[in-house]
């Protein structure tokens, strides 16, 4: 991808650009009353200290964050302690409020280390009989620091608003002591629940910190900002004279350049913490007057958009939690770098200039990331749960801005791999979403999960994102509802080969019946022949929907269909068939050790131990049908299970975790309800579920299914409001029931007093009900020769394909490109013409001499024909005798 920054040249431009920056102070703050009111308060402990007194505080050492309580198991991660200026020499726990060090735990026992400028330094510990050590003083220090750094661009700030020397001497102070200190800082090694130490030469690890606990935070950005907001006060002169020393000089060689220094020890690197760097070079380039420390940061922020974002916008860990960490990260980097106007005459080696820059402005990909923040959101507000996310039901402890969703509509994430269908207004939105993404980074074993949001409540969980000791738990397939093979893991990284899931097809055209389907065989290489899931959306009336869930798999000895219930709140288990106890969890007579902290995966002698999180397990043999209901206290879901063939059967309960917001000590309490359908043999499984959310009385009376050749199934679910047939086959052969013909992929018909009144047909030639018939156009196939994108110069973006037929009206088509080592890339047309697909947005890649490659994440070159198919359909409303007809593409209702 290339990304153009708009350069204004023009001489006059430029020199009053150059004259600006040179301005102190670069960034000017402008305070409310109210804010400067909030400062003076926020700064009033620190000015109630003697300048001796504060200086003492600062820290002349390296800390460390992660350092735990020993006296109790709440929390997690070890984040208990807590640091307080009013007792700065010790540590508080949080939950059961000891103080460290104290008698009963004295770090008494020392660790001396030689700094980088030969000073002797000595660590006070206390360790436990297993030999791990806990640092309380070095936790002080580590907050110490924190809270100095964040005082000195306050009194930096309120020196701006007020012009009150008082605060520009202190932060003076601070920022010179730190400037004496910083060279003697050690590379700390900082993890949560590993022992803490030090590394003394490169190359420093990850989580090795000189200023912070790992390499992305190792510039102290609101110090050089506190360093411009005071720059022209005096102070920094009347201290060199008092002391002897360049101050000026001390500060920004030995401390700010020296924190360039450092991270260069890293080298450039593009994770979701790296804008903290990037918008460190941008501040101290700018403050410091050297241009190309700017435009190293306009560098990397470039490569940042260019290579870790999916051309829809989405972040490559394909987490909405890490989404929003990476684009507030780069936020305040655009911040940093707007207006910015390099000297008059002054080019980068690069051969680039800038003049009134503006990031935000000229990368296009970034409103698409920011727009998904706004899209990617439950009704209630809070943002889907998937991968790494936090899914707190209060999502204002996130956002407080965020309000519940207007209306719900159907989307399709197609770079990451995630597509819900949506309908309705208000609380009577429902949401049901499969996720089909790859795993980089921040990745749970979750492809074709399905999660459902019905009745103003999430009920089929992703439990999310935890820090705490049951983190297997909540990254494993079995908290996922989707399918384990064999009881193995699904794959969570590509050593294996590719593992992103396929989108198959993506049809919301018609909001009453829409429906979604997708393939993940790569997440268990050499084992699923077969592993794709389909899900449909169908309205019944008013705000009762209920949704179709098909999972087909082939391959391995075991497989087992898991779904689970709310993580938000208490539900009880209501079942239609006779169950018998089968033990504490689904590992009879297997020992267990659970997880003793986050990074701990536990052990179960050999077993998958997440199948000991099922817990409280009752069971059933050789179940045909069955249906389970999961009540809440004013909602219910109730699942439908059919055609199971003799499958095994149980249900249980499984630590929610959620609702023990991060304290280990209550993670055993809340619980969620399970059910999980076991078929065994290597015949092919196909399980057939349809989930009804309900209020107060439940609206399906029956669901029967019967097989339709080796993979296909024929549904009839009836219902209050009539009956609804649906075939759903991955071919397009002739089925023919009853009144029912059928010639296609998916084909509905919604029967009433005898007569259908709904008619739909997808990717097919006919569904006829009785002398009722609605006709289609089949399925387009074609070869991509060219691409189009007008990031390229093009006036639109297209995909040039061979023979490309007149197909009517395609608005609202969603045509899958498939690559020639099977990945897909669904993409939503406008129009067909001339030989062009045009498209509703960026295709993200190119055609190449061997085959494609990708102009976004993952960047791949892929070779083989990028092969293209558009599904058309058509559907048919009947009511009191008028026909309200739509097609995607041909389509035409008759009756005989």
């Given at each position: 991808?290339?990304?153009?920054?708009?350069?204004?040249?023009?001489?006059?431009?430029?020199?009053?650009?150059?004259?600006?920056?040179?301005?102190?102070?670069v960034?000017?703050?402008?305070?409310?009353?109210?804010?400067?009111v909030?400062?003076?308060?926020?700064?009033?402990?620190?000015?109630?200290?003697?300048?001796?007194?504060?200086v003492?505080?600062?820290?002349?050492?390296?800390?460390?964050?992660?350092?735990?309580?020993?006296?109790?198991?709440?929390?997690?991660?070890?984040?208990?302690?807590?640091?307080?200026?009013?007792?700065?020499?010790?540590?508080?726990?949080?939950?059961?409020?000891?103080?460290?060090?104290?008698?009963a735990?004295?770090?008494?026992?020392?660790?001396?280390?030689?700094?980088?400028?030969?000073?002797?330094?000595?660590?006070?510990?206390?360790?436990?009989?297993?030999?791990?050590?806990?640092?309380?003083?070095?936790?002080?220090?580590?907050?110490?620091?924190?809270?100095?750094?964040?005082?000195?661009?306050?009194?930096?700030?309120?020196?701006?608003?007020?012009?009150?020397?008082?605060?520009?001497?202190?932060?003076?102070?601070?920022?010179?002591?730190?400037?004496?200190?910083?060279?003697?800082?050690?590379?700390?090694?900082?993890?949560?629940?590993?022992?803490?130490?030090?590394?003394?030469?490169?190359?420093?690890?990850?989580?090795?910190?000189?200023?912070?606990?790992?390499?992305?935070?190792?510039?102290?950005?609101?110090?050089?900002?506190?360093?411009?907001?005071?720059?022209?006060?005096?102070?920094?002169?009347?201290?060199?004279?008092?002391?002897?020393?360049?101050?000026?000089?001390?500060?920004?060689?030995?401390?700010?350049?020296?924190?360039?220094?450092?991270?260069?020890?890293?080298?450039?690197?593009?994770?979701?913490?790296?804008?903290?760097?990037?918008?460190?070079?941008?501040?101290?380039?700018?403050?410091l007057?050297?241009?190309?420390?700017?435009?190293?940061?306009?560098?990397?922020?470039?490569?940042?958009?260019?290579?870790?974002?999916?051309?829809?916008?989405?972040?490559?860990?394909?987490?909405?939690?890490y989404?929003?960490?990476?684009?507030?990260?780069?936020?305040?980097?655009?911040?940093?770098?707007?207006?910015?106007?390099?000297?008059?005459?002054?080019?980068?080696?690069?051969?680039?200039?800038?003049?009134?820059?503006?990031?935000?402005?000229?990368?296009?990909?970034?409103?698409?990331?920011?727009?998904?923040?706004?899209?990617?959101?439950?009704?209630?507000?809070?943002?889907?749960?998937?991968?790494?996310?936090?899914?707190?039901?209060?999502?204002?402890?996130?956002?407080?801005?965020?309000?519940?969703?207007?209306?719900?509509?159907?989307?399709?994430?197609?770079?990451?791999?995630?597509?819900?269908?949506?309908?309705?207004?208000?609380?009577?939105?429902?949401?049901?979403?499969?996720?089909?993404?790859g795993?980089?980074?921040?990745?749970?074993?979750?492809?074709?999960?399905?999660?459902?949001?019905?009745?103003?409540?999430?009920?089929?969980s992703?439990?999310?994102?935890?820090?705490?000791?049951?983190?297997?738990?909540?990254?494993?397939?079995?908290?996922?509802?989707?399918?384990?093979?064999?009881?193995?893991?699904?794959?969570?990284?590509?050593?294996?080969?590719?593992?992103?899931?396929?989108l198959?097809?993506?049809?919301?055209?018609?909001?009453?019946?829409?429906?979604?389907?997708?393939?993940?065989?790569?997440?268990?290489?050499?084992?699923?022949?077969?592993?794709?899931?389909?899900?449909?959306?169908?309205?019944?009336g008013?705000?009762d929907?209920?949704v179709?869930?098909?999972?087909?798999?082939?391959?391995g000895?075991?497989?087992?269909?898991?779904?689970?219930?709310?993580?938000?709140?208490?539900?009880?288990?209501?079942?239609n068939?006779?169950?018998?106890?089968?033990?504490?969890?689904?590992?009879?007579?297997?020992?267990?050790?659970?997880?003793?902290?986050?990074?701990?995966?536990?052990?179960?002698?050999?077993?998958?131990?997440?199948?000991?999180?099922?817990?409280?397990?009752?069971?059933?043999?050789y179940?045909q049908?069955?249906?389970?209901?999961?009540?809440?206290d004013d909602?219910?879901?109730?699942?439908?299970?059919?055609?199971?063939?003799?499958?095994?059967?149980?249900?249980?309960?499984?630590?929610?975790?959620?609702?023990a917001d991060?304290?280990?000590?209550?993670?055993?309490?809340?619980?969620?309800?399970?059910?999980?359908?076991?078929?065994?043999?290597?015949?092919?499984s196909?399980?057939?579920?349809?989930?009804?959310?309900?209020?107060?009385?439940?609206?399906?009376?029956?669901?029967?299914?019967?097989d339709?050749?080796?993979?296909?199934?024929?549904?009839?679910?009836?219902?209050?409001?009539g009956?609804?047939?649906?075939?759903?086959?991955?071919?397009?052969?002739?089925?023919?029931?009853?009144?029912?013909?059928?010639?296609?992929?998916?084909g509905?018909?919604r029967?009433?007093?005898v007569?259908?009144?709904?008619?739909?047909?997808w990717?097919?030639?006919?569904?006829?009900?009785?002398?009722?018939?609605?006709?289609?156009?089949?399925?387009?196939?074609?070869?991509?020769?060219?691409?189009?994108?007008?990031?390229d110069?093009?006036?639109?973006?297209?995909?040039?394909?061979?023979?490309?037929?007149?197909?009517?009206?395609?608005?609202?088509?969603?045509?899958?490109?498939?690559?020639?080592?099977?990945?897909t890339?669904?993409?939503?047309?406008?129009?067909?013409?001339?030989?062009?697909?045009?498209?509703?947005?960026?295709?993200?890649?190119?055609?190449?001499?061997?085959?494609?490659?990708?102009?976004?994440?993952?960047?791949?070159?892929?070779?083989?024909?990028?092969?293209?198919?558009?599904?058309?359909?058509?559907?048919?409303?009947?009511?009191?005798?008028?026909?309200?007809?739509?097609?995607?593409?041909?389509?035409?209702?008759?009756?005989?």
């Amino acid at each position: 991808m290339s990304i153009r920054i708009l350069l204004i040249t023009i001489q006059i431009l430029i020199g009053v650009s150059a004259m600006q920056a040179t301005e102190r102070p670069v960034y000017q703050v402008s305070l409310t009353e109210k804010e400067v009111v909030r400062l003076k308060r926020r700064v009033r402990a620190v000015m109630g200290l003697s300048e001796a007194e504060m200086v003492a505080l600062i820290p002349d050492k390296t800390g460390f964050r992660f350092v735990g309580c020993p006296d109790c198991d709440a929390g997690a991660q070890e984040g208990q302690l807590r640091w307080s200026i009013r007792d700065p020499h010790r540590v508080q726990c949080r939950y059961c409020e000891m103080v460290f060090p104290n008698e009963a735990y004295p770090d008494d026992e020392m660790l001396t280390v030689v700094n980088p400028t030969g000073e002797r330094m000595t660590y006070p510990f206390w360790e436990d009989e297993t030999g791990f050590r806990y640092y309380f003083r070095a936790k002080a220090w580590r907050e110490a620091r924190v809270y100095f750094a964040a005082i000195a661009e306050d009194l930096g700030e309120l020196y701006q608003a007020t012009g009150d020397a008082t605060y520009a001497r202190r932060a003076t102070l601070i920022l010179d002591a730190f400037a004496r200190y910083y060279p003697g800082f050690l590379v700390s090694y900082d993890r949560p629940h590993e022992q803490k130490g030090f590394v003394f030469e490169p190359p420093y690890p990850n989580n090795g910190g000189k200023w912070g606990r790992w390499r992305h935070d190792e510039m102290p950005t609101n110090l050089v900002r506190a360093y411009d907001a005071i720059y022209t006060s005096g102070e920094l002169e009347r201290l060199s004279d008092a002391v002897g020393i360049d101050v000026k000089k001390r500060i920004e060689d030995d401390f700010f350049r020296g924190a360039i220094r450092q991270d260069r020890y890293h080298g450039i690197v593009y994770t979701n913490a790296s804008p903290h760097i990037y918008r460190g070079y941008a501040v101290i380039g700018r403050v410091l007057g050297d241009p190309e420390l700017v435009h190293e940061a306009v560098r990397r922020s470039i490569g940042l958009f260019e290579s870790q974002f999916y051309a829809d916008g989405f972040w490559h860990e394909g987490s909405l939690g890490y989404q929003r960490m990476t684009m507030a990260g780069m936020q305040v980097v655009f911040d940093a770098l707007k207006g910015y106007s390099d000297p008059l005459g002054y080019v980068s080696d690069d051969g680039v200039r800038y003049d009134n820059l503006d990031l935000e402005r000229d990368i296009a990909i970034v409103r698409k990331a920011n727009h998904l923040l706004d899209i990617c959101r439950y009704p209630d507000g809070r943002w889907i749960p998937m991968h790494d996310a936090w899914a707190y039901r209060d999502s204002r402890r996130v956002d407080p801005n965020v309000k519940p969703l207007e209306q719900s509509h159907s989307t399709l994430l197609p770079g990451v791999g995630h597509a819900w269908l949506g309908r309705g207004n208000g609380e009577h939105q429902v949401q049901v979403h499969l996720h089909f993404s790859g795993a980089y980074g921040h990745a749970h074993a979750d492809n074709l999960n399905l999660m459902l949001f019905a009745r103003g409540q999430e009920l089929l969980s992703d439990v999310g994102y935890t820090h705490t000791q049951y983190r297997s738990w909540t990254v494993s397939t079995l908290c996922h509802n989707t399918v384990l093979i064999d009881e193995e893991e699904q794959e969570r990284s590509n050593r294996k080969g590719i593992i992103d899931g396929s989108l198959l097809a993506f049809e919301a055209a018609y909001d009453p019946v829409q429906w979604v389907e997708a393939s993940g065989e790569g997440v268990y290489p050499g084992l699923a022949e077969e592993y794709r899931r389909l899900v449909m959306l169908v309205n019944v009336g008013g705000e009762d929907h209920y949704v179709v869930d098909l999972f087909r798999v082939r391959g391995g000895d075991q497989r087992d269909w898991v779904m689970h219930g709310s993580a938000d709140g208490d539900m009880r288990t209501e079942v239609n068939v006779p169950l018998q106890n089968y033990g504490e969890n689904l590992l009879p007579g297997v020992k267990v050790r659970f997880p003793e902290h986050e990074r701990d995966r536990g052990d179960a002698e050999g077993r998958n131990v997440a199948l000991a999180f099922f817990q409280n397990v009752l069971h059933s043999d050789y179940v045909q049908d069955a249906r389970v209901t999961f009540h809440g206290d004013d909602v219910a879901v109730r699942i439908h299970l059919v055609g199971l063939k003799d499958s095994k059967f149980f249900v249980g309960d499984a630590p929610s975790v959620r609702r023990a917001d991060e304290d280990e000590t209550l993670i055993d309490r809340f619980r969620m309800p399970m059910l999980m359908v076991q078929q065994k043999g290597r015949s092919p499984s196909r399980f057939m579920a349809v989930h009804e959310p309900f209020r107060d009385k439940a609206f399906i009376d029956s669901v029967e299914a019967e097989d339709v050749g080796e993979r296909g199934v024929y549904l009839k679910v009836r219902h209050r409001d009539g009956t609804d047939h649906i075939v759903l086959q991955p071919g397009i052969d002739v089925f023919h029931r009853g009144d029912l013909i059928f010639q296609g992929e998916v084909g509905f018909v919604r029967e009433q007093d005898v007569g259908a009144r709904v008619m739909g047909l997808w990717g097919g030639e006919k569904v006829q009900w009785q002398t009722t018939r609605l006709t289609g156009g089949g399925i387009y196939t074609g070869q991509v020769t060219d691409v189009l994108r007008i990031e390229d110069g093009a006036p639109y973006h297209a995909l040039v394909v061979n023979g490309t037929p007149e197909m009517g009206d395609i608005d609202g088509a969603v045509a899958v490109v498939t690559f020639g080592d099977g990945t897909t890339r669904g993409l939503r047309v406008q129009r067909v013409a001339g030989g062009q697909v045009i498209l509703e947005d960026d295709p993200g890649f190119r055609i190449t001499n061997t085959g494609m490659a990708h102009c976004f994440f993952p960047l791949r070159e892929i070779e083989g024909t990028v092969q293209l198919q558009i599904r058309t359909s058509a559907f048919v409303t009947i009511r009191d005798g008028d026909v309200e007809q739509r097609s995607v593409g041909s389509g035409n209702f008759e009756v005989k």
